[in-house]
């Protein structure tokens, strides 16, 4: 995709946002202890107020008028290490009125494109509790920078330690998270193996499928990307369903029939939803983004019930997938799906 082709999104604030990424890009915040990354905000002439229990973190929030120049700034830590901090956050959107999910889009795009021209091509994209692009940039000291469209509306920047991973990006307690990112940038083979959390039966599967769906439904449509997701048997490249997205929509198919026609069943699949059409069993959910919380239950219902009339075993079950998007392509990492991720050439 060519650049000019990726909307630009709107926010009347996105020159505002473009100088506090300006601003603090360059930090370096040592260790990360309080008292470093008070020194090295301090030196914008910025003063941090005094720490307040939120949860199970303690917050210190920079004085309105000594502080950045976009947005409130906060700087969290756990409360069981106060002084070693986690994560600077910059709320830039509060709440719009409308709440609108193309009005979050626009803001979300707008901050995207900022930081793109600012600090290149992210390095990773997710999704928990809203989509977000991640920057992991060269050098040891270097902080990464995080731009997260939540759900509810908000849009923050957040300033973490090098090396930040999706689990730190993440919000803790949230299900159907995904991530995408170079191969290098995932999990090991023997750790994608062994899920921490393995799916015990295939309602288990299904129930995570369909967090994972409703996540990717209503976030892929705001970079602008598409997904495509295979689910099926690890040993045998042809036994698969697949679903992916297309525009505000999902698609699913049962793709193991082209290669096992003698297992299909038309008048039971016709009867569970399916479509006939071309030689290939599909449903289409037209408005998956804004009815993702139906679609995706019933697509995640649908596939695996396909892959259990397909002979596929629960303990032979795994998933590989992509995402990309303004002139960018990911390998998907679904972490709370409990089943071995294991990337599958094309079928024949």
């Not at 994209?125 to 920078?145: E, V």
């Not at 193996?193 to 990717?216: C, G, K, M, N």
């Not at 495509?228 to 999902?250: K, N, Y």
């Not at 959910?285 to 239950?297: R, T």
Request: aromatic share 8%; proline share 9%.
């Amino acid at each position: 995709m060519e650049k000019n082709t990726i909307p630009r999104g709107r926010w009347l604030d996105d020159d505002d946002f473009r100088t506090l990424v300006k601003e603090v890009a360059p930090l370096r915040p040592g260790s990360w202890s309080l008292a470093d990354v008070e020194r090295a905000t301090s030196a914008l002439g910025w003063e941090l107020g005094k720490p307040r229990k939120v949860g199970d973190q303690v917050w210190r929030v920079f004085a309105p008028r000594n502080g950045p120049s976009c947005g409130y700034g906060t700087v969290m830590a756990d409360v069981s290490a106060p002084e070693q901090v986690r994560r600077v956050n910059f709320g830039l959107v509060d709440l719009p009125d409308d709440n609108d999910i193309f009005t979050t889009a626009g803001h979300a795009r707008a901050a995207w494109w900022v930081a793109e021209e600012e600090l290149g091509r992210p390095t990773m994209w997710g999704g928990s509790s809203g989509p977000w692009m991640l920057w992991q940039r060269p050098g040891a000291d270097a902080p990464d920078l995080l731009v997260h469209a939540h759900d509810d509306g908000r849009l923050s920047l957040g300033l973490l330690p090098p090396g930040s991973d999706a689990a730190t990006v993440g919000e803790p307690g949230v299900r159907g998270s995904w991530y995408g990112a170079e191969p290098s940038a995932l999990p090991p083979a023997s750790v994608s193996a062994a899920p921490a959390r393995p799916a015990a039966t295939r309602e288990d599967v299904e129930q995570r499928l369909a967090e994972a769906l409703r996540s990717l439904d209503r976030c892929t449509p705001f970079f602008p990307g598409r997904f495509i997701l295979h689910l099926g048997a690890a040993h045998d490249p042809q036994l698969f369903v697949q679903c992916w997205s297309q525009d505000l929509g999902l698609v699913i198919e049962a793709t193991g029939y082209l290669h096992q026609p003698d297992a299909a069943t038309p008048a039971r699949l016709a009867r569970n939803g399916w479509e006939f059409s071309r030689s290939i069993w599909q449903r289409r959910f037209p408005d998956a983004m804004e009815d993702h919380e139906q679609a995706a239950a019933v697509a995640s219902r649908m596939l695996i019930e396909e892959l259990r009339h397909l002979g596929v075993e629960l303990a032979d079950l795994s998933y590989d997938g992509t995402i990309s998007g303004r002139g960018q392509g990911f390998h998907l990492d679904l972490p709370d799906l409990g089943i071995p991720r294991v990337h599958q050439p094309p079928a024949d």
